[in-house]
């Protein structure tokens, strides 16, 4: 049988004028989730888009799809001759591949096509005879059924399909900008960029790193990070900054109390750089309120007064083990909890200001060439486009090493 998979879109219906634009985006990232298989048809239209198959692998572009934001529910749909004799046979024939034992279920047949010779009632009693003449211990039940055969009478054809797939929901990654996420090596930054692509946002991740105080690994850690969450929006651009300078410089120059707000400070001022130069909106982070001296409000008043940006934390008012959630659910949590060294653990101060005052700061960073230290930064950066084989291809590397 020839198989379609039909993808329905859930919250886009809702968007209007936008609403193309969101097709076309979701049709681009379905493209490119599915380009090892370049045989499958993409038909995008109003209320849905089909996938033809051409023989590409189901089980593994239905897997792809679960993963692709935009995506309210899908379904295999299998394409049959225009003969009801046919299509009962396929009806029992799919039926027979599922799990009946016990089950209930309906038969739900629309015709898009009003001239067809039966009409909807003559149809459903037929296809749910055959069926309970062939499948043993099924029963009928026209609400909430645990299987509903959908049949769909087409000019040129059937659709019949079994089952329905839910999808990550969610926007189609790009349709609502391009944002730029500041990712350390931790178990929340992931999880923000997770959801900021949930949310139709396109990610650069920003990566701050101080060699040698951090190591080659603590830079692959990101990087791995980055490629486990490319899974839900594609290639993800890593631009990793060098921060060594400035973490020298504060340590030499600015009271202990106060460094880790002048570091979080000037992370921010060339994130924001960064954004700027690659033309991106707004900028996510992993902060939740109150878990760390840099996360109170008091903190985020201090840190947050070097921009006007929009800054963009997904995970603020969730607790530690809601955030550890969606880390095991993305499959970054065992990554995030590998022990490496990050910037900012390596320079801590033993007790940072919980509240600190931006007058303060602004004072004490007059000892510090910011501008330079800005510029520098932002002109060391490095630009890697990462795509979930990057990881892979990096591991095989190594194991051929060994
Ligand atoms: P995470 O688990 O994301 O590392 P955290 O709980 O360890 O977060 P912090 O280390 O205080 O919290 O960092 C707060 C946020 O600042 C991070 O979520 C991240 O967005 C940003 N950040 C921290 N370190 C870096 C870094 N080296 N490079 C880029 N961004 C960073
Ligand atoms: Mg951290």
């Known amino acids: 049988m020839e198989t379609r998979i039909q993808i329905r879109f859930g919250e886009l219906s809702t968007k209007g004028k936008n609403k193309k634009r969101f097709i076309q ?3 681009r990232n379905i493209r490119e989730a599915t380009q090892d298989y370049p045989q499958i048809k993409i038909q995008p239209n109003h209320d849905f888009i089909f996938l033809d ?18 995506i309210q529910n899908f379904s295999p749909v299998y394409v049959i001759p225009r003969d009801y004799e046919t299509a009962r046979a396929a009806v029992v024939e799919l039926m027979q591949g599922l799990e009946t034992e016990g089950k209930t279920f309906k038969i739900a047949t629309r015709r898009s096509d009003h001239s067809y010779e039966h009409d909807t009632n003559w149809l459903n009693a037929e296809f749910g005879a055959a069926v309970l003449q062939n499948i043993p211990n099924i029963t009928v039940q026209v609400k909430k059924p645990d299987i509903t055969v959908r049949v769909d009478v087409k000019k040129e054809h059937f659709l019949i399909s079994t089952e329905t797939y839910q ?38 991740a920003v990566h701050f790193h101080s060699p040698p105080y951090t190591s080659p690994q603590a830079l692959k850690k990101a990087k791995d990070l980055t490629a486990k969450i490319t899974r839900f929006g594609g290639q993800i651009q890593f631009i990793e900054v060098p921060f060594t300078e400035i973490q020298e410089e504060i340590k030499a120059k600015i009271p202990e109390g106060y460094a880790m707000t002048i570091t979080r400070r000037m992370m921010l001022r060339i994130t924001d750089a960064v954004r700027e130069k690659r033309k991106a909106l707004a900028i996510f982070n992993g902060e939740s309120l109150g878990q760390v001296a840099s996360q109170t409000l008091e903190s985020m008043i201090a840190i947050n007064a070097v921009t006007t940006t929009p800054i963009i934390r997904p995970v603020a008012t969730m607790d530690k083990n809601e955030i550890i959630d969606i880390a095991q659910k993305i499959d970054t949590f065992d990554l ?54 990057t990881a892979i291809e990096e591991e095989t590397i190594f194991s051929d090493l060994l």
């Open 25 to 27: 985006q979701l049709s």
């Open 53 to 70: 198959l051409n023989d590409a692998d189901e089980a593994v572009i239905t897997s792809r799809l679960k993963d692709i934001f935009g």
């Open 167 to 204: 999808g990550a929901g969610g926007l189609p990654v790009g349709s609502s900008g391009r944002g730029v996420l500041m990712l350390s090596g931790g178990i929340d930054s992931p999880v923000a960029g997770y959801l900021a692509m949930k949310r139709g946002v396109e990610i650069e």
């Open 336 to 389: 995030s909890i590998q022990p490496f060294e990050d910037c900012c653990t390596i320079f801590a101060p033993a007790a940072p200001k919980t509240k600190p005052q931006i007058d303060r700061a602004e004072r004490y960073e007059e000892q510090l060439d910011i501008v330079g230290l800005v510029e520098r930064a932002v002109e060391g950066m490095i630009v890697t486009p990462i795509t979930s084989a």
